[in-house]
C-alpha cells in the first residue's frame, strides 16, 4: 500500500475505524514486522489521556473516594481522578476532578508521574497530581452518572488497603507509587 509507513521495525497499514463512542475510538489495522515478515491485525483504544490525584490535608491524611465502577462490577476505593478535556492541561484537569468529585482544594499543585497504562492496546497517558494542604471548600458537583463518597485515611491506613488487596485499581496504585517516591 502507498500509505504504509515504517516505525522501529514494523511496516503499519492504514487502519480503519471499528467504532467510535465518546469514551474511545476503536482503531484496527495491519502490521508487519519487518525481522520475522509475519502479519496481523492490531486493534488500538483511543483514549484521551486521563488524571489522578493525590491530594493530601494539612495533617496528612490522603483525599479518598469510592464509586461503583463497571468494569468490575463493583464500588472501587481510589482517589479523583479522570478525562483531561481536549485543550485542557493535567494540573488543571487535575485541580477540577479534585474538586467537582471531593469539593477539595489545596495548594501547590505538580506533576508528580505519568504511565501509559497499556501501551499494547492504549496511545494515552495518565498523569498523577499531587496537591498539598487540601482542604473541603465546597460541595461536589458530580457528573450525573457519579456518586461518589469522598472520605480521608492516613498513608498508613490507605497502604494496609493496597497490601489487603482492597485497593487493587492499577492507576491508583501507580499513583501511590509515585507519592511514596516523593516522601
Same mark, same amino acid.
Given at each position: =500500500?502507498?500509505?504504509?509507513?515504517?516505525?522501529?521495525?514494523?511496516?503499519?497499514?492504514?487502519?480503519?475505524?471499528?467504532?467510535?463512542?465518546?469514551?474511545?475510538?476503536?482503531?484496527?489495522?495491519?502490521?508487519?514486522?519487518?525481522?520475522?515478515?509475519?502479519?496481523?491485525?492490531?486493534?488500538?483504544?483511543?483514549?484521551?489521556?486521563? !488524571?489522578?490525584?493525590?491530594? !493530601?490535608?494539612?495533617?496528612?491524611?490522603? !483525599?479518598?473516594?469510592?464509586?461503583?465502577?463497571?468494569?468490575?462490577?463493583?464500588?472501587?476505593?481510589?482517589?479523583?481522578?479522570?478525562?483531561?478535556?481536549?485543550?485542557?492541561?493535567?494540573?488543571?484537569?487535575?485541580?477540577? +476532578?479534585?474538586? +467537582?468529585?471531593?469539593?477539595?482544594?489545596?495548594?501547590?499543585? #505538580?506533576?508528580?508521574?505519568?504511565?501509559?497504562?497499556?501501551?499494547?492496546?492504549?496511545?494515552?497517558?495518565?498523569?498523577?497530581?499531587?496537591?498539598?494542604?487540601?482542604?473541603?471548600?465546597?460541595?461536589?458537583?458530580?457528573?450525573?452518572?457519579?456518586?461518589?463518597?469522598?472520605?480521608?485515611?492516613?498513608?498508613? #491506613?490507605?497502604?494496609?488497603?493496597?497490601?489487603?488487596?482492597?485497593?487493587?485499581?492499577?492507576?491508583?496504585?501507580?499513583?501511590? =507509587?509515585?507519592?511514596?517516591?516523593?516522601?
Amino acid at each position: =500500500m502507498k500509505d504504509d509507513i515504517e516505525v522501529h521495525g514494523w511496516i503499519l497499514a492504514q487502519e480503519k475505524e471499528l467504532l467510535k463512542t465518546p469514551l474511545a475510538t476503536i482503531r484496527s489495522g495491519p502490521a508487519r514486522c519487518q525481522r520475522t515478515g509475519r502479519k496481523k491485525e492490531f486493534i488500538r483504544f483511543d483514549f484521551s489521556d486521563w !488524571v489522578n490525584v493525590v491530594a !493530601v490535608t494539612p495533617i496528612g491524611q490522603l !483525599v479518598m473516594i469510592r464509586q461503583f465502577r463497571y468494569g468490575s462490577c463493583r464500588p472501587e476505593i481510589e482517589i479523583p481522578g479522570g478525562i483531561i478535556d481536549p485543550g485542557e492541561d493535567p494540573i488543571t484537569a487535575g485541580c477540577r +476532578e479534585l474538586q +467537582e468529585e471531593t469539593g477539595y482544594r489545596g495548594n501547590q499543585p #505538580e506533576i508528580i508521574g505519568k504511565v501509559c497504562p497499556n501501551p499494547a492496546l492504549q496511545d494515552n497517558y495518565c498523569y498523577t497530581i499531587l496537591v498539598k494542604d487540601a482542604v473541603k471548600s465546597d460541595n461536589p458537583k458530580q457528573d450525573d452518572m457519579e456518586d461518589i463518597e469522598c472520605f480521608l485515611r492516613s498513608y498508613k #491506613e490507605v497502604t494496609a488497603l493496597v497490601r489487603q488487596g482492597t485497593i487493587d485499581h492499577g492507576l491508583v496504585l501507580n499513583a501511590l =507509587m509515585f507519592y511514596a517516591m516523593t516522601k
